[in-house]
Antibody, heavy 115, light 111 residues
Framework: EVQLEESGGGLVQPGGSLRLSCAAS????????MTWVRQAPGKGLEWVAN????????NYVDSVEGRFTISRDNAKNSLYLQMNSLRVEDTAVYYC????????WGQGTLVTVSS | DIVMTQTPLSSPVTLGQPASISCRSS???????????LSWLQQRPGQPPRPLIY???KRFSGVPDRFSGSGAGTDFTLKISRVEAEDVGVYYC????????FGQGTKLEIK
């Protein structure tokens, strides 16, 4: 059974940084693209970033380009999202998902950016 | 970036009746590998999204066969043959051909 567990969310001030993690199990992590998706309170889903199997190729939504970095550690079956220069509008539940076509999802971790 | 547009944004449906949601992309979703990475997801209140359909029409394991997907190029449709109470929620289309992007969501509710 595929399991994805996000962690690292919390309250941070505007301009601050946070690193999200996603622990994966139940599948061959090193063979799967991985994706981050977020959902602001009461809003729809927003695709954030994805990464290929060996971490050599990454893609970002324009609004986070240059501020967020997606990465992975295949030896640890873990996915990461380093978030810098956080803005109030980055407040959301952040989900990690398996594959580019998001076949499996974690429960999400809440990031709140507020002063 | 590819913009995904769903219609309608709200759909009141009678139990046992069919429902249909449309999704249009701002450009063709046919990937260079020949696949079309168009998915449909369901999100019930307070829960993470649940993937239903991928590559236009393939159902994920455990998804009831009353859910079906169709379409090509830039126009896609999710159909529920007979709506059940558990189908209430918000439905999203998503493309993963060029980076990724979601539609605005369609709220399915019972009349």
């Amino acid at each position: 059974e595929v399991q994805l567990e996000e962690s690292g969310g919390g309250l941070v001030q505007p301009g601050g940084s946070l690193r999200l993690s996603c622990a994966a199990s139940g599948f061959i992590f090193s063979r799967s693209w991985m994706t981050w998706v977020r959902q602001a309170p009461g809003k729809g889903l927003e695709w954030v970033a994805n990464i290929n199997t060996d971490g050599s190729k990454t893609n970002y939504v324009d609004s986070v380009e240059g501020r967020f970095t997606i990465s992975r550690d295949n030896a640890k079956n873990s996915l990461y999202l380093q978030m810098n220069s956080l803005r109030v509008e980055d407040t959301a539940v952040y989900y990690c998902a398996k594959e580019g076509y998001v076949s499996d999802w974690g429960q999400g971790t809440l990031v709140t950016v507020s002063s | 970036d590819i913009v995904m547009t769903q219609t309608p944004l709200s759909s009141p449906v009678t139990l046992g009746q069919p429902a249909s949601i449309s999704c249009r992309s701002s450009q063709s979703l046919v990937h260079s590998d020949g696949n079309t990475y168009l998915s449909w997801l369901q999100q019930r209140p307070g829960q993470p999204p649940r993937p239903l359909i991928y590559k236009i029409s393939k159902r994920f394991s455990g998804v009831p066969d009353r859910f079906s997907g169709s379409g090509a190029g830039t126009d896609f449709t999710l159909k529920i043959s007979r709506v059940e109470a558990e189908d209430v929620g918000v439905y999203y289309c998503m493309q993963a051909t060029y980076k990724g992007s979601f539609g605005q969501g369609t709220k399915l509710e019972i009349k």
